[in-house]
């Protein structure tokens, strides 16, 4: 179910869109049919999904999802409808979880992972989506655990392995 204004057959105005239980699923608004400016999506528990912006009818700008909680989930850029640039992905405690870089909608350039005490357990590089450069994996402490280079997604050259303690195996 859904409200909206039209004119000459297209959205134009104060859209709103409803759970079929009822309460609102989504708002917005649209302009000669395309999307345009904040669109708010709501769960059918009435938490805030998600906030994006549109500039007629694509995504840009920043667009951010949230967990049930209200706590903020993923945050991440637009342009022209492609996820682009920075990116960021948090725990429900709100810690860092991820911070990845895009382009054209794929993983290109640095993406690296933390766990919930802040630590990097994994550092990866991407070039149009695929693992290209340096993959390194840690252990909970923050050492090395292991790191393997890779060029088009393949495995190319050294594998190298490490003690608990950080010596090279």
């Known amino acids: 179910k859904s409200l909206s204004v039209f004119n000459d057959g297209k959205r134009d105005g104060v859209f709103q869109e409803f759970h079929k239980k009822g309460g609102l699923k989504s708002t917005g608004f649209f302009s000669k049919g395309k999307r345009e400016g904040k669109f708010i999506t709501i769960s059918k528990n009435g938490f805030l999904e998600k906030i994006a912006f549109y500039k007629s009818g694509l995504l840009k ?83 090395i655990k292991y790191e393997s280079n890779f060029k088009n997604g393949k495995k190319e050259g050294y594998f190298r392995t490490y003690y608990p303690n950080g010596p090279l195996f």
């Not at 022209?80 to 640039?85: H, K």
């Not at 992972?113 to 989506?129: A, F, H, P, R, T």
Request: glycine residues 10%; without cysteine; charged residues 25%.
């Open 61 to 143: 700008d920043k667009t951010y999802w949230y967990f049930p909680s209200g706590a903020l989930q993923t945050e991440m850029t637009y342009k022209s409808n492609s996820a682009e640039g920075p990116a960021k992905k948090y725990y429900k405690t709100r810690e860092t979880k991820a911070i990845l870089n895009l382009k054209n909608g794929t993983f290109h350039g640095e993406h690296k992972e933390y766990n919930q005490k802040g630590v990097l357990i994994k550092s990866d590089q991407y070039k149009n989506g695929l693992l290209n450069g340096i993959a390194k994996r840690f252990q909970e402490n923050g050492m």
